[in-house]
């Protein structure tokens, strides 16, 4: 988990042994577009997975290497929270990026995000590459400013077209907009 209090370790402990896993956003961008490459199997995501993150071959069956694979994931690169929000009355709320759709893609949207990081932080994401680690990257890329590139493909991805009198000019060129900079469909 990403802390200004502590320090970013990339050790885990796997069946008794210290592993350093590398959690260069570069690499973690691949391992993501390796989980969902379509036509990879399973066992070979789960293997290939391992060697990209772990500095060193785990010696195990390929059930305990799913396993360990996942809980890395989960923790390590997702980091998501085991409990959904919950409204006052105790109901699970709605995830916002599943009701509106994925509003950017890593891949897709790779050239907006590097230059809207030279834009915001003058930080050339192609020479740290193997260097800044996944939850700079991520806490990063979460605080761009609203004028960058991929800040304002975003809003158009997610804006409404407006409604009413006198707006059908604008109506068709966001209709456009959207057009244009729609997601390809990724899984």
């Not at 993150?53 to 890395?72: G, H, S």
Request: net charge negative.
């Amino acid at each position: 988990m990403f802390s200004l209090a502590y320090e970013l370790t990339d050790e885990i402990e796997i069946q008794g042994e210290s592993y350093t896993l590398d959690m260069s956003f570069d690499n973690i961008i691949r391992l993501i577009d390796l989980i969902g490459d379509e036509e990879l199997d399973d066992g070979i995501k789960v293997e290939e997975g391992l060697d990209m993150l772990l500095d060193r071959p785990i010696e195990t069956d390929l059930a305990t290497k799913t396993k360990i694979f996942y809980q890395i994931f989960e923790k390590a690169v997702a980091q998501q929270e085991l409990k959904p929000a919950l409204d006052r009355q105790g109901n699970p709320m709605p995830d916002s990026d599943t009701a509106k759709g994925k509003v950017y893609s890593l891949s897709q949207d790779a050239e907006y995000i590097y230059a809207s990081f030279m834009q915001d932080y003058g930080i050339d994401l192609i020479e740290q590459q193997g260097k800044l680690h996944w939850n700079k990257f991520k806490a990063l890329l979460s605080g761009l400013r609203n004028d960058t590139k991929l800040k304002e493909v975003v809003q158009i991805r997610t804006c409404d077209l407006p409604s009413g009198k006198g707006t059908a000019k604008e109506r068709e060129r966001m209709k456009k907009l959207k057009k244009e900079y729609a997601l390809e469909k990724e899984d």
